[in-house]
């Protein structure tokens, strides 16, 4: 953890991954994908959007910096939380999916999302490119995984069933924001991931 710049938003805690950690990890993550894929000729990165747009950009920049296989773009759109922040010991949600471009039947994907975190968007969306869409392939690249401190039952089973090939980092189980990640739609532009003060986002009790 590292000190917020003089003058930061009042409801942001502290800083967890600074800019210089992010861009180096992502290069580290950029060169693996480059190398692992090299022989598959091309790669076609989902990203989770909204979460994910700024770690796709990067990663993809890094992936051709080192020489990576030709790469295709889609997105898709994940509906979860909302506008706000998990409840406690949440055991299930729906979510919805959609925004592909096309099919992706046959095709080499990687799945790219900003963090896991009770595990259903990622889950949801495997089964998905993998029963409706039958990928050829299909790995998950996650910038950050959350260490759960008390999940519910039904979501540690889906956690150990639910090991991304490329992980960023490791991170406790606190709301994060920044580089891609929101609270409430807020924050997604700092160029670091902050920790947020979740009293300031908690809803007044009463109201
Ligand atoms: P899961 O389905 O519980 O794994 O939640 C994953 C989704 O919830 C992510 O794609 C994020 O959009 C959102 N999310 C979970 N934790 C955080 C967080 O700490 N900050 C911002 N978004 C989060
Ligand atoms: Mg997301």
Not at 78 to 89: E, H, L
Not at 92 to 97: D, L, N, Q, S, Y
């Amino acid at each position: 953890m590292s000190d917020l710049p003089a003058g930061s938003d009042p409801r942001l805690a502290s800083v967890l991954l600074s800019e210089v950690q992010l861009q180096r990890r992502v290069a580290e993550l950029g060169a693996r994908i480059a190398a692992d894929y090299g022989g598959a000729g091309r790669v076609t990165l989902v990203g989770v959007l909204k979460g994910a747009w700024v770690f796709l950009a990067d990663l993809a920049r890094a992936i051709r910096r080192a020489g990576g296989p030709a790469v295709d773009y889609e997105f898709v759109r994940a509906s979860t939380y909302g506008t706000g922040m998990k409840g406690a010991g949440e055991e299930g949600r729906e979510v919805r999916i959609e925004g592909l471009s096309g099919p992706l039947t046959g095709k080499h994907v990687l799945l790219v999302e900003d963090i896991l975190d009770q595990g259903f968007t990622l889950a949801r969306i495997r089964a998905y490119l993998c029963e409706q869409e039958r990928v050829g392939s299909l790995k998950l690249c996650v910038l950050l995984v959350k260490a759960l401190e008390a999940p519910a039952a039904t979501v540690a089973v889906l956690r150990r069933q639910l090991v991304p090939e490329y992980v960023g980092f490791e991170v406790p189980d606190r709301w994060v924001a920044g580089y891609g990640l929101d609270v409430g739609e807020e924050f997604r532009d700092l160029p670091y991931v902050a920790v947020i003060r979740e009293e300031c986002f908690r809803p007044c009790r009463g109201s």
